[in-house]
Each structure stands twice: as C-alpha cells, then as structure tokens.
C-alpha cells in the first residue's frame, strides 16, 4: 500500500529556512511525480512545486519561485521542498502528493497523500 510521510516543519523565524521531506513507500519516485501544495488556515489548498517522476522536471509557483527548490533522492525515495527566505505568508500545512503522469497543481489530480506538516514562520 502507497504511502507518503512529510517531515521538517516547525517554527521558523521570518528569512530563515526548513527543509522539507517526503518519504515514499509503495510507490517509486522515478515513476510518480511529486507535488507540494500548501494549505493556509481559511483558505484553499495550493500547489507551489512539482518534480516530475520520469524525467525529473522542477515547477514553481510564483509565489515561491526563486525560495523554494523541490529535489528528490531515488535511491531513498525521498522527496524534499528546501525553503528560503521563509515570509510569514509561507505559513501553512504542506502536503506532498504523488501522482503518474504530469505534474499539475490540481490537488484532485493525485491519488496519494501524505498527512501534512505544519509550517509557522513569525518572529
């Protein structure tokens, strides 16, 4: 059974930095594509970052583009979101999602999902 397990939240002061991972079981990396989305208190789930399964491509929203890097290890299976320059707006539950096929910021898209982990950034 396919499952996804986010790790590295936590408090952060803003124009510091986290790490996130995503570590996949049941599935490989080099097949499905990942997607980070976001979910901020009161408002819609939003897609930030994507890495293609078979050829590895990297998008970005433009919310995040130029902070955020999305990365994976295949040897672990392993996802990462490494994140930049940390704003309070970038507060929100992330979630990493597995998908075949393209990578889209359409949360319906992908059949997989990790729990979410919790990201605060304020000082």
């Known amino acids: 059974q396919a499952q996804l397990v986010e790790s590295g939240g936590g408090l952060v002061q803003p124009g510091g930095s986290l790490r996130l991972s995503c570590v996949a079981s049941?599935?490989?990396?080099?097949?499905?594509?990942i997607g980070w989305f976001r979910q901020a208190p009161g408002k819609g789930r939003e897609g930030v970052s994507s890495i293609g399964g078979s050829d590895g491509t990297t998008r970005y929203s433009d919310s995040v583009k130029g902070r955020f890097t999305v990365s994976r290890d295949i040897a672990k299976n392993t996802a990462y979101l490494q994140m930049n320059n940390l704003t309070p707006e970038d507060t929100a539950v992330y979630y990493c999602?597995?998908?075949?096929?393209?990578?889209?910021?359409?949360?319906?898209?992908?059949?997989?999902w990790g729990q979410g982990i919790r990201v605060t950034v304020s000082s």
């Open positions: 049941g599935l490989s990396l080099n097949v499905y594509a």
């Open positions: 999602a597995a998908r075949i096929g393209a990578t889209t910021y359409r949360p319906p898209d992908y059949g997989y």
